[in-house]
């Protein structure tokens, strides 16, 4: 019933930026929080950023002062700014959302290519 849409990934030269954004359709009823994990090749998952319904955030120490994690509520739309990209950050992101700390929805997943 919840249907996840990611669009702005792509490819960028270190140091460049890019804006994520997932669109949730259907039924965000009871949704506590949203987020993005991300993927490379050979990889363990990572979180990314959340943020909750409340507007707390949490960001993983690899990206703080350099993403932004933000949600429009009217327009039930989680965005991620991307600033100074390294080529560390290259890998696909998934956004999420989460109810009663589990992760339930995700979307289909952007690439994330970041070039040196």
């Known amino acids: 019933q919840v249907h996840l849409v990611e669009s702005g990934g792509g490819l960028v030269q270190a140091g460049g930026s890019l804006r994520l954004s997932c669109a949730a359709s259907?039924?965000?009823?009871?949704?506590?929080?949203m987020g993005w994990y991300r993927q490379a090749p050979g990889k363990q998952r990572e979180l990314v950023a959340r943020?909750?319904?409340?507007?707390?955030?949490n960001y993983a120490d690899s990206v703080k002062g350099r993403f932004t994690i933000s949600r429009d509520t009217a327009e039930n739309t989680v965005y991620l700014q991307m600033n100074s990209l390294k080529p560390e950050d290259t890998a696909v992101y998934y956004c999420?959302?989460?109810?009663?700390?589990?992760?339930?929805?995700w979307g289909q997943g952007t690439q994330v290519t970041v070039s040196s």
């Open positions: 999420y959302t989460e109810r009663r700390l589990r992760i339930d929805t």
């Open positions: 259907g039924s965000s009823f009871s949704i506590d929080a």
């Open positions: 943020i909750t319904n409340g507007g707390n955030t």
